[in-house]
């Protein structure tokens, strides 16, 4: 599954800030944390966890890009709890969901994440704060879904549309896709998978994840 250099950096912002989206709370937004992040809406959420994590990085860039361990560490601590992976991943593997066996589903989930922050994790060593811009809320903060919109600047000055959704789940709002220009990230490797499935079976796809993964992780 081949992306070009611009879709792998904003899959890797987005991957930078989906693991902000996880609102504490069924009923209510939460007051700042012992973090410092502000939860009061999605969007001071999303903008507060993204300050941090993009803070660390810039701070300490020399390191993450020599280690990925650290930065695979990093990413994982704040996209995979707050994602809602078993929905994406569910969305994602569309009609072949439906056929797939829990352990289909459960190996699929883990190699499909596990690969994407090995894939995208990288490219966060590359972004800026100041590229970011995170936009108001206005959405029901009742509702059962939600929309955060952000601005990217690219390295040409351009802004580019950055769109991530949320639903509310018994443990809180958690975020399961993101539209880049308009286009789903899920929609997008559905249509990936869809095609590889097809033609090669699930389990095929699986162990390749697998495999890939396995391959990329340090050793010792």
């Avoid at 922050?117 to 490219?123: A, I, K, V």
């Avoid at 100041?130 to 990217?152: C, E, I, K, M, N």
């Avoid at 549309?161 to 559905?190: M, P």
């Amino acid at each position: 599954m081949k992306r070009t250099n611009s879709r792998r950096a904003l899959l890797a912002l987005a991957a930078t800030v989906l693991g902000a989206l996880l609102v504490q709370g069924s009923s209510a937004w939460a007051a700042n944390d012992e973090n410092g992040v502000d939860a009061s809406t999605p969007s001071t959420l999303v903008d507060t966890v993204a300050r941090t994590i993009l803070t660390e990085i810039d701070a300490h860039r020399a390191d993450y890009r020599k280690d990925s361990v650290k930065l695979d560490k990093l990413v994982s601590r704040v996209l995979l709890p707050h994602f809602d992976t078993d929905y994406a991943a569910m969305l994602v593997l569309g009609k072949h969901w439906s056929t797939a066996t829990p352990e289909q589903r459960k190996r699929f989930t883990d190699g499909f994440y596990h690969s994407l922050l090995h894939n995208y994790g990288t490219e966060l060593v590359e972004f800026s704060l100041d590229r970011l811009q995170v936009l108001p809320y206005r959405g029901d903060a009742a509702a059962t879904s939600a929309s955060v919109h952000t601005l990217v600047r690219r390295s040409s000055g351009a802004q580019v549309n950055v769109n991530y959704s949320l639903r509310r789940t018994e443990q809180g709002w958690k975020a399961y896709d993101v539209t880049i220009e308009g286009i789903s990230y899920v929609k997008s490797f559905r249509d990936d998978f869809g095609a590889e499935i097809d033609q090669k079976g699930l389990d095929a796809v699986i162990d390749r994840l697998e495999k890939d993964f396995s391959l990329a992780a340090p050793k010792g």
